[in-house]
């Protein structure tokens, strides 16, 4: 058995008249294979490209390790030149991977190879961000703490990519009080028996290649593993629907720091809490089928 995924629409090209009629408005997501060809980044943006132009910034990663009560709010497990970072993506897999790594702030020339297209929404210009990954590394099950609309271009190699939208909220094993679901959950192969409310789920999944773009709405949790080392960049567009915004502004200013305070006078019993609180949680909305 497999989750319930159907294939994300895909389109050569895309006006700005049908984004906004056909994604944006209800909220879908879409694929679009021929968005970027006219920019630079197109034809330049590898890894060694990556590695000549930035290779001697010091970048914060990441693993899959847990959540712990002592980490901060999206702190890095570790630090590494981008140069040896980039040699190791190539040389075997790992499980540390970059994110939301803004390019304008740390290589501001990298700006000349892309532009921020006319999509019909106001992007946030001060806010591209890039993420890389070697083979195998993926994200946990999440959805941004901003609920914006998402555009994620990759680059290079290949890249899994599983949606839900926040009506699934009540079978993905959400962790209260958080953005994510049960880091324990493997989305690429679930275990359907440990984790049977994933029966009920419906979403959807792509897989990446070089130049193509995602669409990503308002709130949609997002799963992404890499299938070779490669790398993305995100552009985002504040949520405009008025339940999206509020939720993005309680997430921001009450919820993140309630959480903060929450492990900081409790310690791990309040991680171990949440986690348990998403099981038993999820369970009582399954019996309510």
Avoid: C
């Avoid at 906004?20 to 879908?28: D, E, L, S, V």
């Avoid at 970027?36 to 490209?49: C, F, G, Q, R, V």
């Avoid at 200013?253 to 986690?275: C, E, P, T």
């Amino acid at each position: 058995m497999s989750l319930n995924l159907k294939d994300i629409p895909r389109l050569k090209s895309i006006t700005k008249e049908d984004f906004i009629k056909n994604y944006f408005r209800p909220q879908k997501p879409v694929v679009v294979e021929q968005f970027i060809e006219n920019w630079p980044a197109y034809t330049k943006w590898n890894l060694d490209y990556i590695k000549r132009i930035a290779g001697d910034k010091v970048v914060p990663l990441y693993d899959d390790r847990p959540v712990d009560y002592k980490d901060g709010f999206n702190e890095a497990h570790a630090t590494m030149k981008m140069s040896e970072y980039i040699d190791l993506l190539k040389s075997e897999p790992t499980k540390y991977r970059i994110f939301l790594w803004n390019i304008l702030k740390e290589v501001p020339e990298l700006q000349n190879d892309f532009y921020f297209p006319d999509i019909g929404l106001k992007l946030m210009k001060k806010l591209p961000m890039l993420f890389f990954g070697g083979t195998e590394s993926h994200t946990f099950m999440h959805y941004d703490i901003d609920l914006a609309n998402i555009f994620h271009f990759h680059f290079q190699g290949e890249k899994e990519i599983i949606l839900f939208d926040q009506k699934q909220n009540d079978y993905l094993y959400k962790i209260p009080h958080s953005l994510i679901t049960r880091e324990d959950i493997d989305f690429s192969n679930p275990d359907f028996e440990k984790w049977p409310a994933l029966k009920n789920v419906v979403g959807y999944k792509t897989t990446l290649t070089h130049g193509e773009m995602l669409y990503m709405p308002e709130g949609y949790w997002h799963y992404m593993k890499y299938k070779t080392p490669g790398f993305s960049m995100s552009l985002r567009a504040i949520a405009r629907h008025p339940k999206n915004l509020g939720k993005a502004i309680y997430n921001v200013f009450i919820m993140r720091n309630f959480d903060n305070l929450m492990r900081r006078l409790n310690g791990q019993k309040w991680i171990d809490w949440k986690n348990n609180q998403a099981i038993l949680r999820t369970q009582a909305h399954i019996k309510n089928l």
